[in-house]
């Protein structure tokens, strides 16, 4: 079945570290790929997109992507977290390409040590 | 920048009642949608149109209807509320296809419940 998965569930890491959020989706051909974040009591943002073309793609906030279709990932990173990058991260696909039926995973709650 | 606004921020409704969700968009995107969201799900997409005078079913489109009145609204409807349908629920809209996808912009939510 065709699905989108985040496999973790919550992540804790050190303000400066470095942060990786896994995504992997189940998909015959590359869907389109996006990152979504949402703050407590938000909507979610939109951080960044891939399409086709180079396989690392820069969003806002400072955060990166990478496609890898040889593993079906398209995993999210931050060379140094923020305080404020605490939140929940959602992986969402498109396989259509029509950008009209994304399916999102269940989201990564990232929390923050100072 | 409005953005997608939606109406109401907070509703609690008694199961049998009705209501509709109301969602606005000044981005002139042709598509909408409306996503619920529950604890360790996600978001699932409950129906979408692509364009004006067109709907479709997405993932969970049970106990729902929708209208797309014009390019700028899209409401969701309730027609007897149950506590199942106890969410938080998102508009979103967006633009493009191929290469010009847009992803999509989300309002604030609406948190219902249902008792």
């Known amino acids: 079945a065709q699905s989108v998965t985040q496999p973790d569930i919550h992540i804790t890491v050190s303000e400066g570290a470095s942060l990786e959020l896994r995504c992997n989706y189940s998909?015959?051909?590359?869907?389109?790929l996006f990152w979504y974040v949402q703050s407590p009591g938000q909507g979610l943002q939109l951080l960044l997109k891939?399409?086709?073309?180079?396989?690392l793609v820069q969003g806002i906030k400072g955060f990166e992507a990478e496609f890898k279709r040889s593993q079906s990932s398209f995993n999210l990173r931050k060379p140094s977290v923020h305080w404020s990058d605490a939140a929940e991260y959602f992986c969402?696909?498109?396989?259509?390409?029509?950008?009209?039926?994304?399916?999102f995973g269940t989201g990564t709650q990232l929390k923050v040590e100072l | 920048n409005a953005g997608v606004t939606q109406t109401p921020k907070f509703q609690v409704l008694k199961t049998g009642q009705s209501m509709t969700l109301q969602c606005a968009q000044d981005?002139?995107?042709?598509?909408m949608y409306w996503y619920r969201q529950d604890p360790g799900m996600g978001l699932r997409l409950i129906y979408y149109?692509?364009?004006?005078?067109?709907?479709d079913k997405g993932e969970v489109p049970n106990g729902y209807n929708v209208s797309r009145l014009n390019k700028r609204e899209f409401s969701l409807r309730l027609e007897s509320a149950a506590p199942s349908q106890t969410s938080v629920y998102f508009c979103?809209?967006?633009?493009?296809?191929?290469?010009?996808?847009?992803?999509?912009?989300f309002g604030q939510g609406t948190r219902l419940t249902v008792v």
């Open positions: 969402a696909v498109d396989p259509t390409g029509g950008g009209n039926k994304l399916t």
């Open positions: 981005m002139n995107h042709n598509s």
């Open positions: 998909y015959g051909a590359t869907p389109y």
């Open positions: 979103a809209s967006s633009e493009g296809s191929g290469t010009a996808v847009t992803g999509a912009f």
């Open positions: 891939y399409f086709s073309g180079d396989t």
């Open positions: 149109s692509a364009s004006e005078g067109t709907t």
